[in-house]
């Protein structure tokens, strides 16, 4: 299994471009989420998925959509680029939702937004 | 919601000696407490949890306490190796879709 893998690595885009990060899962995870990461802070949920054609906001959700039209993929699109978007974002999947389900984070994704 | 403080930031040891990283959580309703490792250019990684119920768990070198009466859980690595160098999150959780992490611990273990 290549577990939970993320395209592109790196990324830099003008202020106001869009691009969809790429996620995908080959474990058959039900429960899909994204992260983003910023310096001197943990990491803060953006979006979540239970399931395929079901999503839903995390803490941050702004600037960000999401959909999951199949159990593996769950891309993460920027409509219109801020630099308050620049950061690390990490796509994660566990087998089902569940506060007990280990979380399987992919490499990340860095965003520079200019 | 949920608030969570990591201490220290940073944390440089010898090889072979021990490290304890701190967390406290403000939601009392929370009731898992899971322990990332981050390697360099990698995704965080499970290395321990802890659940509302228990106040301690080991696994090899490396335990976790809780005192859910304080708000409050460590991480603690003892024979610490140069290998262990790396960003260390706790995280506190209270629902299925809920989970906040702490700041960060970059451990360096010198050899």
């Known amino acids: 299994n290549a577990g939970v893998t993320q395209t592109p690595k790196f990324q830099v885009l003008k202020t106001g471009q869009s691009m969809t990060l790429q996620c995908a899962q080959d474990m058959n995870h039900e429960y899909m989420s994204w992260y983003r990461q910023d310096p001197g802070m943990g990491l803060r949920l953006i979006h979540y998925?239970?399931?395929?054609?079901?999503?839903d906001q995390g803490e941050v959700p702004n600037g960000y959509n999401v959909s999951r039209s199949t159990t593996e993929d769950f891309p993460l699109r920027l409509l219109s680029a801020a630099p308050s978007q620049t950061s690390v974002y990490f796509c994660?999947?566990?087998?089902?939702?569940?506060?007990?389900?280990?979380?399987?984070f992919g490499p990340g994704t860095r965003l520079t937004v200019l | 919601g949920e608030n969570v403080e990591q201490h220290p930031s940073t944390l440089s040891v010898q090889e072979g000696d021990s490290a304890v990283i701190k967390c406290t959580y403000s939601d009392s309703a929370s009731n898992y407490f899971p322990w990332y490792k981050q390697e360099l250019g990698k995704g965080p990684q499970l290395i321990i949890d802890i659940r509302s119920n228990v106040g301690e768990k080991k696994d090899q070198r490396i335990a976790v306490t809780l005192n859910k009466t304080a708000k409050h859980f460590s991480l603690h690595i003892t024979e610490t190796q140069p290998e262990d160098s790396a960003v260390y999150f706790c995280a506190a959780r209270r629902g299925n879709n809920d989970m906040r992490f702490g700041a960060g611990t970059r451990l360096t273990v010198k050899p």
């Open positions: 998925s239970v399931g395929a054609g079901i999503t």
């Open positions: 994660a999947s566990s087998y089902r939702a569940g506060i007990y389900n280990e979380q399987f």
